[in-house]
């Protein structure tokens, strides 16, 4: 994963404003104008001086001229920005019900209205992804993930040594109803055989067979074409062992519906942290601020994704935004890395709300426009300038209401 798991377990076991019971939603019957905001709605365009209508958890209208209706209340957001709240294609969530809710309810504050947890999750919370937390992201999982033995690493994933295994796990994972399969293609720096293309592709033809979907981890440019031969749906990691050639290219633009969620790794320079003191406990931004240095190696292994990326995405390839790991908060590093990458920030916003949501299947989420649910987030400056005013948050508003950001998180 991308960053310290020692970092990682700090932040899931904070405690704080994460106290909460899970209930159900609560239908709100009144209506709420958001007036005068510049609505950057999630498919590329832009209205200036915009109104967004709400009535109970969902956006009626949406729009420059929009009208309230007598009798709504008015929030005056003149100066203000407006995106959809972020999709995180690509985390790793904790183990226990109290750790996810926590979990959930952090990527809530920092604006985040849904996460895929990827193949390391305890089966029995499962259920959790039909319930309705205030304040926190929907959450939805790939279960148990599928790889080879891997010895010393986690024991969540099946470790499958047949084909035959390989669709038994399939066929377990659809009888749970999974969001997607994850598999892991990847030696692991040499310590451990990967999947073969023979027991990937039974893999991916099981899933198809049950109505699944599959995302590979991948690491080599080899292993990225077979997987795009097998039929594979999403690649869960760019190419990092080199640059793509132009047969991979090509590849990619034959199958025009295959998501690549990047997870771009850290750039090894040195960045500004402060932005997450607000929200954080000061130990774990301490703790970050250790490794916080220009690490030239770190850079090198950057470039190459960077590169990958920004060609992929010249290419026309369908990218969705993820961030790996478990830091709440990562999101806005990760749309960060994209735009150093070369993206445009509009490229990324869109990446991050409406081409997120489509891979997820979450068809009520990810811009800003009549029907979809009201998943917002309200930006004190326009993150089409300057990509990290995604940081800028003057609230967020999930399924219509406002999450409470008063308290920082303890």
């Known amino acids: 994963m991308r960053r310290l798991n020692a970092i990682l377990a700090a932040v899931v076991a904070i405690p704080g404003f994460l106290a ?43 729009g420059a001229g929009v009208a309230a209706p007598a009798g709504a209340t008015r929030v005056d957001l003149a100066g203000k920005t407006v995106m959809p709240a972020i999709v995180d294609t690509h985390v790793h969530l904790s ?16 604006g985040i209205s849904a996460a895929l947890s990827m193949g390391t999750d305890n089966v029995e919370l499962l259920p959790m992804r039909s319930e309705t937390i205030p304040g926190a992201a929907r959450f939805l999982s790939a279960g148990r993930g599928i790889t080879m033995p891997e010895p010393g690493r986690i024991t969540v994933p099946y470790w499958i040594t047949t084909e035959a295994e390989g669709r038994k796990a399939v066929q377990e994972l659809a009888a749970q ?39 590979a981890h991948i690491f080599d440019l080899e292993d990225g074409k077979g997987l795009i031969r097998a039929g594979v749906d999403a690649l869960a990691h760019g190419v990092r062992d080199r640059d793509i050639d132009d047969e991979f290219v090509a590849m990619v633009k034959a199958r025009p519906n295959l998501v690549l969620t990047p997870n771009l790794p ?17 130990d774990v931004v301490d703790n970050l601020e250790k490794t916080n240095t220009d690490r030239p190696a770190a850079q090198q292994f950057f470039g190459i994704q960077a590169r990958n990326l920004a060609k992929l995405n010249a290419a026309g390839m369908r990218i969705a935004l993820a961030t790996d790991g ?3 908060w990562g999101v806005h590093d990760e749309m960060e890395d994209m735009v150093v990458a070369g993206m445009t920030p509009m490229q990324v916003i869109v990446a991050s709300t409406r081409n997120g949501a489509e891979f997820l299947k979450l068809n009520d989420q990810g811009t800003l426009a009549a029907g979809k649910s009201a998943d917002f987030i309200v930006l004190d ?15 967020v508003v999930l399924r219509g209401a406002a999450v409470d950001r008063s308290k920082p998180v303890q």
Do not use: C
């Open 20 to 62: 909460g019971v899970v209930t159900p939603a609560r239908a709100q019957s009144a209506v709420t104008a958001y007036d005068g905001a510049r609505l950057i709605v999630g498919d590329g365009s832009v209205v200036e001086n915009g109104t967004l209508i709400v009535n109970g958890g969902r956006i009626v209208q949406a």
């Open 95 to 110: 183990p226990t019900r109290e750790r996810l809710a926590r979990d959930l309810k952090l990527r809530g504050y920092y």
């Open 177 to 215: 109803k999974v969001d997607i399969v994850k598999i892991w293609v990847d030696t692991r720096d040499g310590k451990y055989k990967k999947l073969t293309p023979e027991f990937y592709s039974a893999i991916v033809d099981e899933a198809h067979k049950s109505g699944l979907r599959v995302a």
């Open 266 to 282: 850290e750039r090894g320079v040195k960045v500004d942290l402060s932005w997450i003191r607000v929200g954080m406990p000061a």
């Open 326 to 328: 478990n830091r709440p």
């Open 381 to 395: 400056a326009n993150p089409l300038d300057d990509i990290t005013n995604t940081r800028k948050i003057s609230s």
